[in-house]
């Protein structure tokens, strides 16, 4: 992960393994869904597609009630649950023909469709709908697979993107300028396959791509097709214009990062920043070093690149609207790197309150939590990437996030491309609409 791959993308589909799927599943599952639940993990085990979590996947079939009576559902990847890992049972079963009556609505909101889904769901689960119900249910496909892609991100995340689609992926393929997750996307996904007139796959601006086929099989097997599509075109058009290496070992940076933790954990901790109390609660931070990275994070053209708007929108969620950059950071002179941190951290939250003020009617009294004024993500040269989160695992997922994040904007770059990530707008609506979620019914600060 992170830089174009040396060979083609691998079908990972065997057989074997999937009669194995079907011998341990099938009985209580089906073995159609059972050969979901494998195609699912292919996916999520391969972070070129999908990463922690990012996509989904769903069937179309039968569901039989306690009662005997057969009724046609949708089964669908919910939220929350790894796709890497995913097992028959995890998938929510909902009343497809429900479903499909909500896209004559013009609108509906999130709480609304949240209510909706699970009242409308054939069996109890611990998980929620996805968010990407309606997508699924309005395409009249058999079987859908939705990831995120590092190569089709880089064809569509720039000025010009759908012509640049069109000329790695073909005509054939559909192509939706960014769209807000939910309910709106389910309805322009649904009106370009009419436009289209029923293309084989729809990329998704600034979010990913959707492909579908009769079998589990099928949609797996056109999503590895179209991604190889897309790294192919990416090699033949790239012109490298970062350095080759970095001016520091990877020893240097590891060193430099044991130095700076004491620091940066002080300075990163939100109970250090209300209250100066660096005794507090402690984030946890991650570090990520390559010789690529390194090399990346050299450049002159390093904060302009790599600093600009979000792949998508699980980028922002997770990493927030922009990393923070430190320019040739004095890492002899301690005092003077911690000014410099503490400065640029100072200068990220006054950037992020001037974005809230801008929104600030939008909030409808909500009070953000000082976190949510916190970068999570910060770029050192010579040292690499740091993260920042309130738990092990977060900050490693952060870190991933941010090393697709940089991957996919030096490709763009080094394919002669100008970067186009969510506009202001999206960004802000998207995360109010997670705030508004946490609030329930209301922000704590």
Known sequence: MGELRGSALKNQWKQSDALKFIGKYGPDRGEELALLAYATRLVGGDPELAMHGGGNTSCKGIFKKASGEEVPALFIKPSGADMGRVLPADFVAMELDYLKTLRSLSFLRDDSAAAQFRRHMLKESVFSPSIETPMHAFLDKKCIVHTHPSAILALSNRKDGQNTVAEALGDEAGFVPYASLGFNLGKVVAAEMIIKNDPPAIVLAQHGLVVWGETPREAYEK???????????????????????????????????????????????????????ATGQEVVLSHLATGKLLALLDSSRAEE???????????????????????????????????????????????YARYIERHAGQLQGLTLPVEEFLPRALLFPGMGVVTAAKDAITADIYRDIIRQAMHVKSVIHETGGTYAGLLEDDAFEMELRIWKKAAAPTLKV
């Open 223 to 277: 999503t590895i097709q179209y991604v190889t599509r897309a790294e192919e075109y990416l090699k033949r058009k790239t012109a490298p214009i970062f350095p080759a290496r970095g001016k520091t070992s990877l020893h240097t940076a590891s060193r430099l990062f044991n130095q700076c933790l004491p620091m940066l954990k002080e300075l990163l901790s939100p109970k250090a920043e209300t209250t100066g109390d």
């Open 305 to 351: 690149i790599f600093c600009s708007a979000p792949l998508n929108p699980d980028h922002l969620l997770r990493i927030k609207n922009r990393p923070v950059y430190l320019k040739n950071p004095p890492y002899d002179d301690p005092e003077h790197l911690r000014r410099l941190v503490a400065r640029k951290m100072q200068s990220y939250k006054d950037d």
